[in-house]
């Protein structure tokens, strides 16, 4: 299967407005993905509409998020329904710090509806740390029903790797994303822990242009646990 699990929509201060969902899903299906994950900073509230649109075309699509825990560090959070997805989104929502989006520096926070129209805009900044610890995602997920995969493990701001100095052992995931392909060699003699783990790379776009092309297929391996949980 061809993928791109994390994406931005123009809920994400720093997506593009552009990124509507009807954009994104279009967008998609214009490059014959065959699975799609709408992943915002820190909220799920574009996955309704999202979600419809994507029925609306006829591709697979995921409700997620990007969470950004305590520590600073991205990780995706994908859910088999849109419902647990808005549940999770709910209690993320009630662990950040009421600091205000400033649209001026940060950038809007649109809500849209499955015709694209705005329907409102988040106040509160999307982009600062939740209050989420990254060792309570295997726990929330297990409530919650989703599935977590840590975010660009490989850059050198908000990844694991980078907070934490390494991957922590305590603390499991199912598999990982990686950002910068032609540094998987090197990244691995420094981190040989991860080495025969799966990973998938996603495009982590934030403008249209940037979602994947459909070079990638996903691991076997991960689109069994995928299919074992329900997402696809
Ligand atoms: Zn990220
Ligand atoms: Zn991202």
């Known amino acids: 299967m061809t ?22 899903v279009n967008m998609a299906m214009l490059k014959e993905l065959d699975v799609i994950a709408l992943t915002d900073h820190n909220s799920s509230r574009n996955c ?3 979600m419809e649109a994507a029925r609306n075309v006829g591709i697979r699509a995921i409700p997620g998020m990007e969470i950004n825990t305590s520590e600073e560090i991205h990780a995706v959070c994908l859910f088999p329904t849109l419902e647990q997805a808005m549940d999770f989104d709910a209690y993320v929502f009630s662990t950040m710090p009421p600091v205000k989006n400033k649209p001026e520096i940060f950038g809007d926070q649109i809500i849209v509806n499955e015709n694209d129209e705005p329907i409102g805009k988040m106040d509160t900044l999307l982009i600062t740390a ?16 989703g599935i977590f ?23 499991e995931f199912p598999f990982y994303e990686f950002y910068h392909l032609g540094l998987y060699d ?7 822990c991860l080495v025969g783990k799966p990973w998938l790379h996603n495009s982590d776009a934030h403008y249209l242009w940037d979602i994947a092309e459909p070079e990638r297929h996903l691991d076997p391996r991960i689109e069994e646990m995928l299919r074992k949980h329900g997402l696809i």
Do not use: K, Q, W
């Open 48 to 50: 309704p509409a999202f």
């Open 186 to 192: 090197e990244f691995m003699e420094s981190n040989p």
């Open 130 to 145: 939740s209050g989420v610890s990254y060792s309570e995602l295997p726990e929330l997920m297990a409530r919650f029903g």
């Open 3 to 24: 993928y791109d699990l994390h994406i931005h929509s123009c809920l994400s201060p720093c997506g593009d407005n552009e990124m509507t969902v009807n954009n994104i």
């Open 149 to 171: 995969f840590p975010s660009h493990i490989d850059r050198s701001s908000n990844s694991l790797v980078a907070i934490m100095g390494g991957v922590p052992e305590d603390v």
